[in-house]
């Protein structure tokens, strides 16, 4: 088959882009415990943050990835400072913060859309360069070397600082149970915040990335956030390695399935392997219970 | 005159959406995201029966009840071993996924085209083809809707869905099947909301793909939780002021794309300031 080293290829792609959107969701879900859907807008946000410097403000490439990702670390931080905040604080349940999420999505989204236009755009590129790299008969581009370089160096930074660091062990502490964490002195209002900082900016990245490879669109964030959380699941919520893991494996199934079928089918071949795992290994693959 | 009653068509078409999923997420604390599915499935049964085999529009809305009810029986008993959050991301699913039928199956539905030529409802030689006449008829299926829902609701049935809302467990330990009570509840609010789907596609005369994806079943979702969960005249003022209030904008001048996102930056600013000040919506009875 010629065509297989090339399916590969795109399938490891798609998966660390996938992975870099369920690294981030996953650190938040760990510490907070309900699904953030306003996530999905935080990948629009570092996008289009990224495409403003570019353009209007005529920064280089080099500097646009930093500012749209700050941006979107502002922006989530903001949120969980305004809104998630408060609802913790008044015992919301996990259903009201999932709604309120969704109102999150809902207007970072609208507002983008607003602001860039809902136009599909292409953000300039003046850092890597606009040529395939091809390896083993499968072609790739610069930007998607990038990406899987970027997320496996995300993996590890990530697995460093939540297992090797106090802040890590705050974070992991927080986890098991907010309440005894700030009995036991933990700042967890500081804490989460800079979770809520650090999971948006990764989110942003990805954001930015997938722009780069393809393009952007004010609707990208929902199927990059569902991509996610599908990889975090079947990957076992909550571990860093796991969610990297399921993304792979994600990208696996959607790109030698859509072999199988056709394109179209891509959303709903994910969310069927969702429901598969969700009923006979919820606790994903490499769940420790 | 004719934009009045344009707006109370597409009111009540919401509001029977409304009253069907306040079944689901308000009486049996369900979150479901997959409604719209089933409106479309109700809107493609009319649209195809109607276009492609000549059946009659009435005989269509009990086909199409018949079909999304038990589509809705497939994906609730696979929904029924979730709860929570895992129940509304699988949901979601279940919806992307009849998404993708709608969109991929293109023999049935022709995909992306839609199927355009629908026909208003006629009942022994009587074209309900004016739109107040169609108002008419969706008005009466409105009363029959919210009678059935009321009527549900207020049966032993529903005091047992209400109940297993509040404590699961503690039913359980009673002796009830739980799970039946979720399916079937779940069955009928699908049924529902296929005849509003049947409606929708006879009244818009055309239909695609477009109109029922997630974010549409978001949409209604929303709807309820700002008219409030768990009281049906909740459904109905949810859908007034969700169709109502972008109409506003109408008359600021806005650019229709921008308009458009105007809309959806108000539902989000709405949504938010429920969760924060009111969770219970406006007339709910029962919080998330």
């Not at chain 1, 502490?173 to 700030?182: K, W």
């Not at chain 2, 306040?22 to 409106?39: D, I, K, R, W």
């Not at chain 2, 497939?74 to 279940?94: H, K």
């Amino acid at each position: 088959m010629d065509i297989l080293p090339q399916i590969i290829a795109n399938a490891v792609i798609a998966g660390s882009l996938y992975a870099l959107v369920a690294l981030g969701f996953n650190l938040i879900f760990g510490a907070v415990r309900f699904f953030d859907l306003g996530f999905g807008a935080l990948t629009v946000v570092g996008g289009y943050a990224m495409f403003f410097c570019a353009t209007t403000l005529g920064m280089h490439t080099v500097w646009a990835i930093p500012l749209g990702v700050l941006v979107a670390g502002l922006v989530g931080l903001v949120v969980e400072k305004t809104v998630y905040q408060k609802l913790r604080v008044k015992k919301a349940s996990s259903m009201v913060l999932l709604v309120a999420s969704l109102g999150v999505f809902t207007l970072l989204q609208a507002l983008i859309a607003i602001f860039f236009s809902s136009q599909f755009q292409v953000p300039p590129n003046d850092l890597f360069p606009h040529s395939v790299v091809s390896f083993a008969g499968a072609v790739m581009t610069p930007v998607q070397l990038a990406i899987l370089g970027s997320t496996l160096a995300v993996m590890l930074g990530l697995g460093f600082l939540l297992h090797k660091t106090l802040f890590g062990k705050a974070v992991r502490a927080i986890r098991d149970d907010e309440n005894v964490a700030s009995i036991v002195g933990i700042n967890t209002k500081k804490i989460i915040g800079r979770v809520f900082f650090l999971g948006s900016a990764l989110a942003g990245f990805a954001g930015i990335m997938a722009g780069l490879d393809t393009g952007l669109e004010p609707t990208m964030g929902f199927s990059l956030l569902l991509k996610g959380v599908i990889a975090c699941i079947i990957g076992g919520v909550g571990s860093v390695f796991g969610g990297v893991m399921g993304a792979f494996l994600l990208g696996f199934v959607e790109n030698f399935g859509v072999w199988y079928v056709s394109g179209e089918w891509k959303d709903a071949i994910a969310f069927t392997l969702l429901i598969l795992f969700l009923l006979f290994r919820p606790q994903g693959i490499f769940a420790k219970k | 005159m004719e934009y009045l009653v344009h707006l109370a068509v597409l009111i009540s078409i919401f509001a029977m959406l409304g009253l069907s999923l306040n079944l689901v997420v308000g009486y049996t604390g369900l979150l479901s995201v997959t409604h719209a599915a089933f409106f479309g499935i109700g809107a493609y049964t009319t649209a195809i029966l109607t276009t492609t085999f000549g059946v009659n529009f009435f005989l269509s809305v009990l086909v199409g009840f018949a079909v999304s009810a038990s589509v809705a029986l497939l994906i609730g008993t696979v929904l029924s071993r979730f709860s929570d959050d895992y129940y509304a991301l699988a949901s979601l699913g279940f919806n992307s996924i009849v998404f993708s039928i709608f969109l991929n199956w293109q023999s049935l539905t022709r995909g992306p085209l839609g199927i355009p030529g629908i026909e208003r409802p006629s009942l022994f030689g009587f074209g309900f083809t004016e739109n107040s006449a169609f108002l008419v008829l969706t008005l009466l299926f409105l009363a029959l809707t919210y009678g059935a829902c009321r009527a549900i609701t207020r049966s032993s049935f529903g005091r047992v869905l209400q109940a297993l809302r509040d404590d699961e467990q503690a039913l359980q330990v009673f002796g009830y099947r739980t799970t039946y009570f979720k399916l079937t509840v779940f069955a009928l609010s699908a049924g529902l909301a296929g005849i509003a789907g049947s409606f929708f596609a006879s009244y818009i005369t055309f239909i695609d793909p477009s109109s029922f994806t997630v974010m549409e079943s978001v949409f209604v979702l929303a709807l309820i939780i700002v008219g409030g969960l768990a009281d049906h005249r909740g459904a109905l003022l949810g859908a007034t002021i969700m169709i109502l209030l972008p109409e506003i904008l109408r008359f600021v001048g806005l650019p229709s794309d921008i308009a458009a996102q105007m809309r959806q930056v108000m539902y989000g600013s709405l949504l938010i300031l429920l969760m924060l000040y009111r969770p219970q919506g406006f007339l709910g009875k029962y919080r998330l």
